[in-house]
């Protein structure tokens, strides 16, 4: 089942939060940049315009732009209907092939995540299945690995279906957990590995080399044919 054509160079597109430090987004940024890339980031979709995400999407020289989640009106804040559709608009405009969430913090609409079926990722900062799910972000997730005792933590890069931190497990990367370790320690070493992880994933989507199979996604040494 190819997920992504290779006769096409893959135009991704980031989507971040209004509190986005961008690290991930710049991680990708800056790899699809580099001579062997065949992937190109078309825009970075952020859902406020005062983001650090953004401005450092703009000091790069990628296109971006901003639609709000969320509409203010005189009875106050409502869902804003016309956010999936869109979205889509966008994501048609710059002809994106793969989606990759850095940083956003929010379900997807359906309409969105129904078009960009298995094209849409994710980089969480823990091991799923463990530590995931809402509210499960930032420092929350090293606290709780530390309350846990594990002795271990890492990354996860998966595919996005319409719940939190759930869709098929694409890669991740362990870390250990010391025995001095804060939380700032932990999360300090697994943002270095989500920054390794998160574009080795998306090369491998651009290669056409992520063969989904149920729950499990097979990483092949040879693309997938067309
Ligand atoms: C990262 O820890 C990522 O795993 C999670 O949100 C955080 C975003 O950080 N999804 P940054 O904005 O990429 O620095």
Same mark, same amino acid.
């Given at each position: 089942?190819?997920?992504?054509?290779?006769?096409?160079?893959?135009?991704?597109?980031?989507?971040?939060?209004?509190?986005?430090?961008?690290?991930?987004?710049?991680?990708?940024?800056?790899?699809?940049?580099?001579?062997?890339?065949?992937?190109?980031?078309?825009?970075?979709?952020?859902?406020?315009?005062?983001?650090?995400?953004?401005?450092?999407?703009?000091?790069?020289?990628?296109?971006?732009?901003?639609?709000?989640?969320?509409?203010?009106?005189?009875? %106050?804040?409502?869902?804003?209907?016309?956010?999936? /559709?869109?979205?889509?608009?966008?994501?048609?405009?710059?002809?994106?092939?793969?989606?990759?969430?850095?940083?956003?913090?929010?379900?997807?609409?359906?309409?969105?995540?129904?078009?960009?079926?298995?094209?849409?990722?994710?980089?969480?900062? /823990?091991?799923?299945?463990?530590? %995931?799910?809402?509210?499960?972000?930032?420092?929350?997730?090293?606290?709780?690995?530390?309350?846990?005792?594990?002795?271990?933590?890492?990354?996860?890069?998966?595919?996005?279906?319409?719940?939190?931190?759930?869709?098929?497990?694409?890669?991740?990367?362990?870390?250990?957990?010391?025995?001095?370790?804060?939380?700032?320690?932990?999360?300090?070493?697994?943002?270095?590995?989500?920054?390794?992880?998160?574009?080795?994933?998306?090369?491998?989507?651009?290669?056409?080399?992520?063969?989904?199979?149920?729950?499990?996604?097979?990483?092949?040494?040879?693309?997938?044919?067309?």
């Amino acid at each position: 089942m190819p997920t992504h054509s290779t006769a096409h160079p893959l135009k991704i597109a980031i989507f971040v939060s209004g509190q986005s430090r961008g690290s991930n987004m710049q991680s990708l940024i800056e790899d699809c940049k580099s001579e062997l890339s065949i992937a190109s980031v078309g825009v970075v979709i952020g859902t406020r315009s005062d983001s650090r995400a953004l401005e450092r999407a703009r000091e790069s020289n990628i296109q971006t732009t901003v639609v709000s989640p969320i509409k203010k009106t005189a009875a %106050g804040n409502v869902e804003n209907s016309d956010y999936g /559709a869109t979205l889509l608009r966008i994501l048609r405009k710059y002809d994106i092939g793969l989606i990759c969430l850095a940083g956003y913090m929010r379900i997807l609409p359906p309409i969105v995540v129904e078009e960009f079926e298995n094209r849409i990722m994710n980089i969480h900062p /823990a091991l799923l299945p463990l530590f %995931g799910g809402q509210g499960m972000y930032g420092e929350n997730v090293h606290k709780a690995v530390l309350a846990s005792g594990m002795k271990i933590a890492g990354c996860t890069v998966h595919f996005v279906d319409q719940h939190y931190d759930n869709g098929p497990i694409i890669m991740q990367t362990v870390v250990p957990v010391l025995d001095e370790d804060e939380f700032g320690d932990l999360a300090a070493r697994v943002l270095k590995a989500e920054h390794k992880t998160y574009p080795e994933a998306v090369q491998l989507f651009a290669q056409n080399r992520l063969q989904i199979r149920g729950r499990r996604v097979k990483i092949l040494t040879i693309a997938l044919a067309d």
